[in-house]
Nanobody, 119 residues
Framework: QVQLVESGGGLVQPGGSLRLSCAAS????????MGWYRQAPGKQRELVAG???????NYADSVKGRFTISRDNAKNAVYLQMNSLLLEDTAVYYC?????????????WGQGTQVTVSS
């Protein structure tokens, strides 16, 4: 079991920046994939950015070039640097830890942090 706690959300103007942090209660080094998801009102939760155990990174097309995900196994933390924020980036952002091995699959979620982009 691992608990994930997100922080860093808030209200920001269009074009601004925020840095989200996800702190895990235990080691994240064994998780195959760490990701940031978001869910806007009335929409499905979507993957924003993910980083694998090996360091491979993927981004949603809508955030490429603006968001940067990073992973610090020593600190058991994952970060999401968000620049050039747009109104449509407004959502609750969730941290996810995904583990899979020999058919055993586990997903852990944080409680979410609200990001509101508004002028």
């Amino acid at each position: 079991q691992v608990q994930l706690v997100e922080s860093g959300g808030g209200l920001v103007q269009p074009g601004g920046s925020l840095r989200l942090s996800c702190a895990a209660s235990g080691s994240i080094s064994s998780f195959n994939h760490m990701g940031w998801y978001r869910q806007a009102p009335g929409k499905q939760r979507e993957l924003v950015a993910g980083i694998s155990k090996g360091g491979s990174i993927n981004y949603a097309d809508s955030v490429k070039g603006r968001f940067t995900i990073s992973r610090d196994n020593a600190k058991n933390a994952v970060y999401l640097q968000m620049n050039s924020l747009l109104l449509e980036d407004t959502a609750v952002y969730y941290c996810n830890a995904h583990f899979s091995l020999f058919g055993v699959v586990r997903d852990y979620w944080g409680q979410g942090t609200q990001v509101t982009v508004s002028s």
